[in-house]
Structure formats: structure tokens, C-alpha cells
């Protein structure tokens, strides 16, 4: 009886990512780079591997955030992306829809509130975009992926609160974060437990660049000058005894 066995890797291609965006204390500088928050989170609809998972705000800015982020995203229009008008279109099956369902039923219940969306349009793989406010630690969505147009806010008071939050996680693909304080960016951005970083900055992924993520967030990297090093075996050759008798 032959016996096989495989052991596999996976590798940063086949990601369970989760990622954070998150504003930092004295950072009222954010409201000037709200159109970022927006990207970072409502781009596809929320179904690229690198959008916002979970936003934490500073609460010297979490009200007129969070009030600034309903308003713009009351004037999303879900629908044929064909038609004039429409902002955002399907999800990719109608069982993403209910996963995002999910993840709002269950932060509700929890203590958080819904401020704009928050229903699927029923028999379709459509979501209304949606926001919520403050949702706790221990909701779904801190664990899982939602992959769907649903922007979860959380309120923090300092930086290493935001930080630990920030990697309570088994995940670490990208974080974003927004300060002016070039101080707390480099320290900041050394200590989030993550692959890829954005400051300031909505777009992490780039060709020139390596993409990938830590943890069960997958290894290795692509793109960039180190992205070939993937598709390579390295190979050790030791010399020894030359010019003398073996």
C-alpha cells in the first residue's frame, strides 16, 4: 500500500487578510483627508483584499467623523453600474450579501448603531453601503472579513490602546493610519503587526512594490524586486580542499 504525502503552504496569494484604519490623538487633520478614509473602505464596494476592515477614531474627532462619513455615504447609489448615477454595484454572490448582513446583525446587537444602510436588497447581491458606529472588540467583523461596503467605527482615547486593538488579531495584511506627527508615524507604523502600511495614504499596493501580509495573513511577497525571489530556489554550494590534497 502506497502511502502519499503532501504538505503544502500557503503562500501570501491565498491571504485571509484584515485589515485597520485608524486616526491618532491631536490628528484633526483627518477631516482634511476624509476622501481617503472613503477610498480606503468603499472602493468596489468594499471587496478588495486591502480595504478597511475596521476604523478606529481619536474621539477629539470620532462625532464629526463619523457624522462626515454617514452624510457622504447616504449619497451612494447602489445599482447597475451602467446606469448614470450609480456609485456601487453588486457584491460577487448573493451569500457575500448575507455575510455582511451577518456582521451588521450581530455588531447591533452587541451595543452598535447603525447610521446610514445596513439592509441587503432582498434576491439580489446588492448591500447598501453602510456605516456603523460604536462597535465593540468583540464583534464578528473584528475577526472576520467582511468583504462589503460596511465602515465599523470605534472610538479610542490613546495611542497604545489604538495599537493593541489594532493587532487583537490573528491576521495582518495592511494598516492605515493618518497622522501629521513624523514621530508617531515611524513609531506608529513600526508597530502595527502588519505586512503593509499606509500613512496618509489610501493605496498600499503598488508594482514596484512588495505586497503581502504576517501571521495567517499569508508569506512570502509579490511585486517589487523581491517578488521574483518566490519563484526561485536558492542553492548552497560549500568548496573546500581546493589547491590541496584531497
Known amino acids: 500500500m502506497e502511502t502519499h504525502l503532501s504538505l503544502s503552504l500557503m503562500m501570501q496569494t491565498l491571504m485571509r487578510p484584515l485589515k485597520v484604519l485608524f486616526t491618532l490623538p491631536n490628528s484633526r487633520e483627518i477631516l482634511k483627508d476624509f476622501p481617503a478614509a472613503i477610498i480606503c473602505k468603499f472602493r468596489s464596494s468594499g471587496q478588495t483584499c486591502v480595504c478597511a476592515n475596521r476604523i478606529y477614531v481619536h474621539s477629539s474627532v470620532y462625532a464629526d467623523f463619523a ?3 454617514a452624510n457622504r455615504v447616504s449619497q451612494f447609489k447602489v445599482g447597475n453600474g451602467l446606469e448614470e448615477g450609480v456609485t456601487h454595484g453588486p457584491l460577487i454572490h448573493p451569500r457575500a450579501a448575507e455575510k455582511v448582513e451577518r ?5 447591533v446587537s452587541k451595543g452598535a448603531q447603525i447610521m446610514v444602510g445596513g439592509k441587503k436588497i432582498e434576491n439580489t447581491a446588492f448591500f447598501v453601503p453602510t456605516v456603523l458606529c460604536d462597535v465593540p472588540a468583540n464583534a464578528l467583523l473584528a475577526s472576520e472579513e467582511t ?3 460596511l465602515a465599523a467605527l470605534t472610538k ?7 495599537i493593541r486593538m489594532a493587532n487583537d488579531t490573528d491576521f495582518g495584511l495592511a494598516g492605515y493610519f493618518f497622522s501629521r506627527d513624523i514621530g508617531r508615524v515611524w513609531r506608529v507604523a513600526e508597530r502595527l503587526e502588519v505586512g503593509m502600511v499606509g500613512v496618509n495614504s489610501p493605496v498600499v499596493g503598488q508594482a514596484v512594490t512588495p505586497f503581502g501580509g504576517i501571521k495567517e495573513s499569508g508569506l512570502g511577497r509579490e511585486g517589487g ?7 526561485m530556489n536558492e542553492k548552497l554550494i560549500v568548496f573546500g580542499g581546493i589547491g590541496g590534497k584531497l
Open 156 to 162: 479610542f482615547e490613546t495611542e497604545d490602546e489604538v
Open 103 to 107: 456582521h451588521v446583525e450581530d455588531a
Open 147 to 149: 468583504f462589503g461596503p
Open 67 to 69: 457624522s462626515r462619513l
Open 225 to 231: 524586486p523581491r517578488g521574483i525571489n518566490e519563484f
